[in-house]
Every structure is written in structure tokens, then in C-alpha cells.
């Protein structure tokens, strides 16, 4: 069984900044891709930011230059590093992760129980 387990929200005024963390437990033989997504109340979730097991990154536009994805691969964890951040941004944020466990030879995605960003003055 694999474990995300999420950390760093909180409440942040305008222009502020959060660094977010998640850590991937459990029976892991490989990690692909890792990502954080998010869901505003009443929208749909959205992608933020991907980072592939070599470092390749994307992120949504809406969050260009202002965000940042890294991973330390040693320990299975994603970050998401958020700057300048604008009420826009307000919402419950998600880690995902593709996983290889154990004997299989293909990958899952998991996601983490989600982490509250709040900007406001």
C-alpha cells in the first residue's frame, strides 16, 4: 500500500509564500511522475505543476513564474514552492503520484487527502 501524506498549507496573505511538501510511503519500487493539482470550492480540479522522475517540468499558466516543482527522488517527495501568491490561488491542493510497487510492471496513481492554501488579507 502506498501513502501520500501532504504538508505546508495555511493561511498566507497577498503576495506571500507557502512551500508545500509531500512524501510517498509504502511498498515503492519506482515513482514516475509526481505532481500537485488543485480544487477552488464549486470548480473542477486543476493541474498546477508536474515534475517527471529526470526534473522535466510544466506547469499551468496560471501559476508560470510564480510556482516552482522539485522532487528529491531519494525520498520520495514532491514540493511545490508558491510565490507571489494571489487570492486566485485559494484552494485545497492535492499531490499525485504514479507508482511502481512491489513485482508490477506497470504504475498507479495515488493521491494525497489534500492540503488547505488560503490567501487573504
Known amino acids: 500500500q502506498v501513502h501520500l501524506v501532504e504538508s505546508g498549507g495555511g493561511l498566507v496573505q497577498p503576495g506571500g509564500s507557502l512551500r508545500l511538501s509531500c512524501a510517498a510511503s509504502?511498498?515503492?519500487?519506482?515513482?514516475?511522475?509526481m505532481g500537485w493539482y488543485r480544487q477552488a470550492p464549486g470548480k473542477q480540479r486543476e493541474l498546477v505543476a508536474v515534475i517527471t522522475s529526470s526534473g522535466s517540468t510544466n506547469y499551468a499558466d496560471s501559476v508560470k513564474g510564480r510556482f516552482t516543482i522539485s522532487r528529491d527522488n531519494a525520498k520520495n517527495t514532491v514540493f511545490l514552492q508558491m510565490n507571489s501568491l494571489k487570492p486566485d490561488d485559494t484552494a485545497v491542493y492535492y499531490c499525485q503520484a504514479e507508482v511502481r510497487t512491489g513485482s508490477l510492471k506497470y504504475y498507479i496513481v495515488h493521491w494525497g487527502q489534500g492540503t488547505q492554501v488560503t490567501v487573504s488579507s
Open positions: 509504502g511498498s515503492i519500487a519506482s515513482i514516475n511522475d
